[in-house]
């Protein structure tokens, strides 16, 4: 079965840190681009980061550049968020998503989703 499933969320008080997981099965983890979203209630779904599977390039949104960082395990098929400074407007559902023809930006159509995973960020 294609899957990714992530883990890592809870609730941090603003200035912690979270490490969310998305472990990917099913398919050839290193041909996909994976990247993390985030869906805050009442907001659209935004880009959050991606890493690239051709050259491990990747990509922030603004909002998070120099907070998190984006990395990935080969050997254990899964990609990390390592989000740091944490601030309430964090706060949202994140998920994880791979597309086998997206860029570092995951720009294109992103085939597997993940479930998603609550980060509640209190003030």
């Known amino acids: 079965e294609v899957q990714l499933v992530e883990s890592g969320g809870g609730l941090v008080p603003a200035g912690g840190s979270l490490r969310l997981s998305c472990a990917a099965s099913g398919f050839t983890f290193v041909d996909y681009s994976i990247g993390w979203f985030r869906q805050a209630p009442g907001k659209e779904r935004e880009g959050v980061s991606c890493i690239s599977s051709s050259d491990g390039s990747t990509y922030y949104a603004d909002s998070v550049k120099g907070r998190f960082t984006i990395s990935s395990d080969n050997a254990k098929n899964t990609v990390y968020l390592q989000m740091n400074s944490l601030k309430p407007e964090d706060t949202a559902v994140y998920y994880c998503?791979?597309?086998?023809?997206?860029?570092?930006?995951?720009?294109?159509?992103?085939?597997?989703w993940g479930q998603g995973t609550l980060v509640t960020v209190s003030s």
């Open positions: 998503a791979a597309g086998l023809y997206s860029d570092y930006k995951c720009s294109g159509y992103l085939e597997v």
